[in-house]
Structure formats: structure tokens, C-alpha cells
């Protein structure tokens, strides 16, 4: 089993639409949680970290569900420019960092 | 000023070559790391230093060789390169091992 796991997509969504994506992770002990975005030939950026109790930033919302172990992140009125893979990252209590293999979401006009 | 920094940006060689990719990085952050994304474009850590000590090391070929000379600059030497090696290379760095991770702009590797 992958220590991250997400749904590679492509989510293909209308301008405007509210999409969200899981990712599940293997560790228990993990401590943090980020989600990532890629654009296509470039390098990863950090979207927002993901709290216990959730956290908003503009139109998107993460959570984390520990006793099930995933986290979420839901875009509202999504925009053409939210066009990416968006990676699940999770920390943990060992330092290290692991990349989920990336959900890729396409926004159609 | 650029944060993370890698070059060369691409590079494109003949099986069995010897290459290095160089990083440095100006935010006085504290930890470094090696990550490689395949075709698939699946992102798996090779190594992470903090302090110029090695903290990650996954199970990377050994010809695969990565070097800390200050806490500024990890760089990475590949000896004897392989048709799979072919990937873009990215070198991040964080302050302590579980922070916001700042990425360069990646070294695509293109082995012939």
C-alpha cells in the first residue's frame, strides 16, 4: 500500500463548479499536512497546510480526518486558472516528506 | 532574487556518462532534500540533509551520490548513467524537517 494515496483524476469541471479531492494516508504517526500545487513543467508550490480543524483560505477549504486518516480539498467557484495537479503531502514523525502522485484538475470554460 | 536554485535546467547525455546537478539555496533554511519525478510524474524523495548531515538517504542506487559542502548548497553526482535515470530533478529546502518546502525550478535529465 502507498504511504499516500489520491485519485490521479483528470477531474474535467465547468468554470464555476465546486470540486473536491481525497487523499488517504498509510501512517499514523504522521504529523503534518499540506497540499501542494504543480503547474504542467514546473515546480510544486505550497496551497495551504491542513490543520486538525480545518482551515479556509479564499475558496479553498482543507481537512483532516484522523481517525480515518485522509485529508480533503474543496474548490469553490473554481476558476480556469485552478487548472493543475494538486498534490497531497503528509510529514511524518520520522522528517520525512511524501508526495502523493497528484490529482490532476482541468477547468473548462 | 531566485530561493531555490538548480542548474543546469536541462541536460541531455549519453548512457554510462557521469553528470552533477548543483543547488543552492538563499533562505537561510536549515534542511535540504533531492526529489525525482519520473514520466508518471510521481514525486519520491532520494535525500534529505539538515545541517550538512545526511538525514534521508532512500533506497537510491549508490550511483547516486549527493554532496553538502555548507548548509546553503546540496548538490548531486550521478556516476554511470542509465536510461532510467531519465527525470526531472528538483532540490527543495525547508527550515526544519517538516516545513513549507520551497522547490526549484527542476533539472530535466534526458539520458540517450
Known amino acids: 500500500r502507498k504511504e499516500v494515496e489520491q485519485d490521479p483524476g483528470p477531474f474535467n469541471v465547468p468554470e464555476g463548479a465546486t470540486v473536491a479531492f481525497n487523499c488517504t494516508y498509510s501512517n499514523s504517526a504522521s504529523q503534518s499536512f499540506f497540499w501542494y500545487r504543480q503547474d504542467c513543467r514546473k515546480e510544486p508550490k505550497l496551497l495551504m497546510s491542513v490543520y486538525s480543524s480545518g482551515n479556509e483560505d479564499g475558496r479553498f477549504t482543507a481537512q483532516l480526518n484522523r481517525a480515518s486518516q485522509y485529508i480533503s480539498l474543496l474548490i469553490r467557484d473554481s476558476k480556469l486558472s485552478d487548472s493543475a495537479t494538486y498534490l497531497c503531502v503528509v510529514a511524518n514523525s520520522a522528517s520525512k516528506i511524501i508526495f502523493g502522485s497528484g490529482t490532476r484538475l482541468s477547468i473548462r470554460p | 532574487d531566485t530561493a531555490v536554485s538548480q542548474t543546469p535546467k536541462y541536460l541531455v547525455t549519453q548512457m554510462g556518462n557521469d553528470k552533477s546537478i548543483k543547488c543552492e539555496q538563499n533562505?537561510?533554511?536549515?534542511?535540504m532534500y533531492w526529489y525525482k519525478q519520473d514520466s508518471k510524474k510521481f514525486l519520491k524523495i532520494m535525500f534529505s540533509?539538515?545541517?550538512?548531515?545526511?538525514?534521508i538517504n532512500e533506497t537510491v542506487p549508490n550511483r547516486f551520490s549527493p554532496k553538502s559542502p555548507d548548509k546553503a548548497h546540496l548538490n548531486l553526482h550521478i556516476n554511470s548513467l542509465e536510461l532510467g535515470d531519465s527525470a526531472v530533478y528538483f532540490c527543495a529546502s525547508s527550515q526544519g524537517a517538516a516545513g513549507e518546502l520551497f522547490f526549484g525550478e527542476g533539472s530535466r535529465l534526458t539520458v540517450l
Open positions: 540533509y539538515n545541517n550538512k548531515e545526511l538525514i
Open positions: 533562505l537561510g533554511h536549515d534542511t
